[in-house]
């Protein structure tokens, strides 16, 4: 082995799970809890050079993030492609994946299966091989993926209906205050707006009767008149009503994104409608691809290189979108400038990206970075710093990660029905179509 491999073999591997500040952003299943947990990931190698990732950071993740990450000693950050196998073979099947019908009770992401679980954890660990690799090559996390064909990444304002505060008063409070009807809709907006300069919206649905939140998305167009618009319930309704909202809204919809739980429902929507349907619940591991596709079920899948398997497979998964005629976007979960900054050096990879991406991150008031990465004019500048180009603030992690350690345990797993309880103590995750 020569010198320079050497230097790129992984000699540790730190795992921190975190608890992050979250505001009490409302969707079909409740409301999020005060905090969130995610697992940050550093890997050093023989050179000296640490790598970083992140990734979900509840029990189930984090129990087969532990064997993986012993896995990786003494292997090299450019090990990519045996990956899925090493991970395959020392992780195990997750007790929380009860099998292909498990559906994600947390995280509103479609199914839940073993792979999908392990995926999620292999990205995490990926994206630190690529920014290590990166930092010791001197090469930007893009180089290593073919280089970008885009100097800036366009994010789209990602509005919730929410709560002033958390029940009880719970956790920490931000200045956003309320959004509860169409007027407290388009004022986040305009927020959303005129501090970032994101000029498309999408809104989660799902959470109050459709003609409510049909008249919000009204109110979006009168106030931005012309800027694409979107609305995500999460699957929450049926074939008849996601039919009706299509022919209610299609004349200000860029996309209707999982208006309806499932292929078979989706495919139904999809025939009756001519407005794009797009995803990140029907169609979220390449199992699931050729029914979709083959259905005409969706007409744009929102990738995330978390449950996807990585960034690399963010590309793999871009191409098959390109050969079906399928366009692609980016789907958010609540994370951190990490995973943006993953997320953000992919996208500019992508030829074919045919939409703003979404992002939670305006949404989160915690970091792990020395510095937050900014939205201008909507977009992320695509910079040639080695690796991600993002610097890990210790004292902060220490932070989160006391706040984890002194967790009681009730928050180290997403739980949005739980959460809701705490305000109306009678709530159950709601069987769908809701409506
Ligand atoms: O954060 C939320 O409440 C979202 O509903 C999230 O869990 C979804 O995964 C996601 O943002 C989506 O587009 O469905
Ligand atoms: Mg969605």
Redesign the pocket.
């Known amino acids: 082995m020569t010198d320079a491999k050497n230097r790129l073999t992984i000699t540790e591997v730190r795992l921190t799970p975190i608890l992050v500040a979250d505001p009490p952003?409302?969707?079909?299943?409740g409301v999020?809890q005060p905090y969130t947990p995610r697992l940050i990931i550093e890997l050093i190698t023989e050179g000296g050079v640490t790598g970083l990732g992140e990734t979900y950071g509840d029990t189930k993740y984090l129990e087969l993030a532990q064997p993986l990450a012993s896995a990786l000693i003494g292997r090299s950050v450019t090990d990519l492609n045996t990956l899925p196998a090493l991970a395959a073979e020392v992780c195990g099947d997750s007790p929380a994946a009860t099998g292909a019908e498990a559906v994600d009770a947390?995280?509103?992401?479609g199914v839940q299966t073993a792979d999908k679980l392990r995926l999620s954890v292999l990205s995490g660990f990926e994206v630190a091989c690529l920014d290590a690799w990166g930092r010791s090559a001197g090469l930007p996390v893009h180089a290593l993926l073919g280089g970008k064909v885009r100097d800036r990444v366009e994010f789209s304002a990602?509005l919730?209906y929410r709560w002033e505060e958390h029940p009880g008063g719970r956790g920490e409070r931000d200045d956003w205050g309320a959004a509860l009807d169409p007027a407290g809709v388009v004022a986040q907006a305009r927020r959303f707006a005129d501090t970032y300069g994101f000029t498309s919206f999408?809104l989660?649905g799902g959470v109050f009767a459709p003609a409510q939140e049909v008249a919000a998305i009204r109110a979006l167009a009168a106030a931005f008149p012309g800027q694409p618009l979107r609305i995500?319930p999460?699957g929450a309704w049926s074939v008849r009503t996601s039919l009706e909202v299509a022919s209610e809204l299609g004349d200000v919809l860029e996309y209707l994104?999982?208006p309806t739980s499932g292929t078979a429902r989706m495919a139904e929507v999809a025939a009756g409608t001519p407005l794009p349907l797009a995803t990140?619940?029907c169609v979220t591991t390449f199992d699931e691809i050729a029914g979709a596709f083959t259905r005409g079920a969706v007409q744009v899948v929102?990738s995330d290189h978390h449950y996807w398997g990585g960034l690399r497979a963010t590309r793999e998964l871009a191409a098959v979108c390109r050969t079906f005629g399928v366009g692609l976007s980016m789907?958010?979960?609540?994370h951190l400038g990490i995973s943006l900054a993953a997320m953000t050096q992919v996208a500019a990879t992508v030829p074919h990206l045919d939409h703003a991406c979404?992002s939670?991150y305006p949404w989160q008031t915690e970091d792990v970075l020395t510095e937050r990465l900014t939205f201008r004019d909507g977009r992320l500048d695509v910079g040639d710093t080695p690796g991600l180009g993002v610097t890990l603030d210790r004292d902060r992690l220490a932070v989160l990660h006391r706040r984890w350690l002194d967790d009681d345990g009730g928050l180290r797993d997403r739980d949005?029905a739980a959460a809701m309880r705490r305000a109306d103590p009678g709530w159950v995750t709601p069987a769908l179509p809701r409506w």
């Open positions: 952003l409302l969707n079909t299943q999020h947390g995280g509103l992401r990602y919730f999408k989660k995500d999460n994104e999982d990140n619940m929102l789907h958010s979960n609540t979404d939670h949005d």
